[in-house]
């Protein structure tokens, strides 16, 4: 027997203790059957923790007095109905849950917010079962993910709001959402909600019509995604396709960015599609002409233009003479008169500039201009100017190993071969000039084609060796010392700095195979002059000659005795060259 059933039958046994002692009349026994019939009845039905239905008797400012058909009625705050219970009246019927029969006062005690929620759990779970999305609100960040209003508090985890992570949740409180319900826990009164299964079906879907309209050549549209440095990608409605920075424009792209946000719509065209991978690459210069078609009409030789400077290099500028048309100037083509060694002294960046077309190559698309064509070439003139044997004056620019570089004007340098700087053998120019030095010179040739002019030095004085083959005749007796040997013999310096060779022969009056075993460097000998050729400008010395103190006939007799052994051996060489 429950709690009920007792109050009901001390109910009536009361009434009969009542009847035993009092002489009841008809009516009042009427309705003590009747009062006995209603508690019996109505106590038979109720039942703790389940929702009934009761009746508004009375409305205050903060709570609702319910009448259930118990002997008491039950309070319920007016927080527990929607908007404080402003909308209720008496009279109105109202369902409530039992939470207990009794409480200590003897009171029932009711709660319309256990009843809402039971009510609404039953029917989450129909909607649960049938599949079928629910609209909710975002409270709040939780641990994992979001809290989400859908009449009872809901969690959406991280990995199903979206069909990528979302990085800043908290921009999403407030947000209304359709989801669906992927997991209930009446026990613990867990919901678990979803908005990613409801994403992939409709992306599915217009992946699959996307799917059917892809061909190449075709005009889509779509949205930028994301943005690298190759290119951006398209969401062209389920599926994305590759927009890369090559086919952006038909002119200089340095970076997508400079086209492209996240979430731009964009019109390109499909250049390829893989339909097994799924791969689509797409074109947006592809959708206007290419400026190249007509480029010889436009940009033919000898034309003069103007643009401006899209990139600066070591060995050039690249100049934009229209959307997707650039010309490179390069370092040589800038200047007649100046000695360029960057691009950055002469032109910046952005800079406007006025060239002439050199060469132009349609197929490799590329274009040469010349920025020093624009002005007067100073070799135009130049032999009228510098005639060959004129004297002319400069400055050294710069010293090689083979030459010094003078700069006689802006633009035009002329060359001293280190054989044209002194009659005297020298190791480097370095030895007569420095940087900066100002010279006087011949002008020995002149090759206008190639802008180049050569300069002499030493031809300003007369050629010593006119001297020296008379100061020098055969028999002369010299001192100097050794600077060089060879496998043929060795050199000496004597005389104003003068070379001869003394052979192999003529280094002692003993046979010497080995002139290292009879002379080292820094050696000083006495010799006699046997051979002076000023032609080739050459002197033949020989200790042998000076030992034996011979005479001129006898060292022409020994310089002849050599010059047929010499024949002979080079005779012998060619026979026996022939004979193999």
Known sequence: MDFKEQMA????????????????????????????????NNLAQFKQGQIITGIVLDLNKDMV?????????????????SDHGKSLSIGDQVEVFLERVEDNDGNVVLSKEKANKIKLWGELVETFEADKTITGTVMAKAKGGLTVDIGLKAFLPGSQIDLRPIRNLEKLIGEKFEMKIIKMNKKRGNIVLSRRVLLEAQRKKIREETLTQLEEGNLVEGIVKNITEYGVFVDLGGIDGLLHITDMSWGRVNHPSEMFSIGDRAEVMVLKFDKEKERVSLGLKQISADPWVNVEEKYAINTRIKGQVVSITDYGVFVELEKGIEGLIH????????????????????????????????DRKRISLGMKQIAPNPWDQIEEKYPIGSQVEGSVRNLTDFGAFVELEDGVDGLIHISDLSWKKIKHPSEILKKKDAVTATVLSIDKDNCRISLGIKQLQPDPWGDIAKNYSIGTNVEGKIIKVTGFGAFAEFDDGLEGLIHVSQLSSNKVTNP???????????????KVDAANKKI????????????????????????DFKEMKEDSEHAEEASE
């Open 9 to 40: 039958l001390d109910a009536i046994a009361d009434m009969e203790e009542l009847d035993g002692k009092l002489l009841m009349s008809p009516d009042d026994k009427k309705a003590y059957e009747e009062m006995e019939d209603y508690f019996s």
């Open 65 to 81: 007095t319910i009448d259930v058909g118990f002997k008491s009625e039950g309070m319920i705050s007016a927080s527990e109905f």
């Open 331 to 362: 370092i040589s083509e800038m200047s007649w008169s100046r000695h360029v060694r960057h691009p950055s002294k002469m032109v910046s960046l952005h800079d406007s500039v006025e060239a002439v077309v050199l060469t132009l190559d349609k």
């Open 516 to 530: 290292e075993e009879v002379v080292a460097v820094g050696d000083e000998i006495k010799a006699k002059v046997i």
């Open 540 to 563: 033949a010395l020989s200790i042998k000659a000076f030992e034996k103190n011979l005479d001129i006939d006898a060292i022409k007799e020994e310089q002849a005795a050599l010059e």
